[in-house]
């Protein structure tokens, strides 16, 4: 493992040792007083990322277009290609496995613990993600549950984009009411777009999303000739 | 990453798949411990024969540059793949130029004595 890869572990590992001396110093009543705590600062903030979220990727000032004319990758007839990706933020993961051993161990209700597992699925769950492309279509798979899962098939595309995103963002998997769109976030920057036939898009964070874009794009020009026959 | 081939093109289809894995490997697009895509899955999505992405598996396995594992899968190889990918790419190059232009085996192992002297 590189050094660079390593840092999201470590400051993972930091925080985790940091947050358990923390509870082990504490008085026996600790475990009731934390769980609260710490399950009403994680809904609140995720009920706050989520709105901050949605207005942002709504408004058209901060996403935008990286590029005004089609992403391509000039396939030649003949030619055939594939895409495939794993994207992953390890960051993410180990963060909501430490969140998953503070719950556990900070003794909240079986309601409370429900709800945190369930966002940490949506969270963690999707901190690794695999992103695949190929005539058929556009699919992608959660790791390692294999769940969620979004594919969208090649007849259903009506365009592919490369898009800039900010930074700070909700991470994880959410859908964002207004702009039509289930998106995964596992990263920032950069990420694919996916313009459905019915309206609504799928995005996803990937690095080259030009590239992935460009081969949507000109697997699905190929595609028309035998349409139309 | 991404792989493309030309069913137009002389180059046998496992040459030009282990190729593009090649390069991507050199690029830092698959870097070390990164899975490679299920052979049935590239199989399926280049509309190949499975047999010819596992022969492209094979070559680059013996090259060193990926580990298949029972069960898991075929992945990069953690050992400086970027760089040794590079270099074997760079020379599967100049052997096709060689061939092109009439070298032989010989005369082009004597070249590269010569220059790395």
């Known amino acids: 493992m590189k050094p660079e890869q390593r840092k999201p572990y470590i400051i993972s590992l930091i925080f985790l040792a940091a947050t358990g001396s923390i509870i082990v110093a504490k008085s026996p009543n600790y475990r009731l007083e934390i769980g609260s705590v710490i399950v009403v600062t994680t809904f609140t903030s995720i009920i706050v990322g989520q709105i901050r979220a949605r207005k942002y990727l709504s408004a058209p000032k901060k996403i935008s277009k990286s590029d005004e004319s089609q992403e391509t990758i000039d396939l030649r007839p003949g030619e055939r290609a594939i895409y495939h990706k794993r994207v992953t933020n390890p960051l993410l993961f180990v963060f909501s496995l430490a969140l998953l051993g503070i719950y556990f161990y900070s003794g909240i209700t079986p309601i409370e613990l429900i709800g945190g597992l369930g966002w940490l699925y949506v969270i963690g769950g999707v901190s690794t993600i695999t992103v695949h492309i190929d005539s058929k279509g556009l699919r992608v798979i959660a790791w390692p549950l294999k769940r969620p899962q979004r594919y969208v098939p090649m007849e259903d595309i009506a365009k592919a984009e490369s898009i800039r995103i900010g930074r700070f963002h909700i991470y994880g998997m959410c859908w964002l009411p207004r702009r039509r769109a289930w998106a995964f976030f596992i990263r920032g920057r950069e990420a694919l777009e996916v313009h459905k036939q019915n309206g609504e898009s799928l995005i996803v964070t990937i690095t080259d999303s030009k590239v992935a874009a460009g081969l949507l794009n000109d697997l699905g020009s190929q595609r028309d000739p035998l349409l139309d026959n | ?117």
Request: charged share 20%; aromatic share 4%.
């Open chain 2, 1 to 117: 990453m991404l792989i493309r081939i030309d069913t137009n093109s002389s180059v046998p289809l496992f040459e030009q798949i282990t190729s593009a894995l090649r390069r991507a490997i050199a690029d830092g697009s698959l870097p070390g411990g990164s899975p490679l895509p299920p052979a049935r899955e590239l199989a399926e999505g280049l509309e190949v024969n499975m047999h010819t992405v596992l022969r492209a598996y094979q070559i680059l396995c013996a090259e060193d540059l990926v580990n298949m594992r029972r069960g898991r899968g075929a992945y990069v190889s953690d050992n400086h793949p970027d760089s040794r990918a590079l270099i074997i790419e760079q020379v599967q190059g100049l052997v096709l130029q060689a061939k092109r232009l009439g070298f032989n085996s010989d005369e082009v192992v004597e070249l590269i004595k010569g220059a790395m002297a």
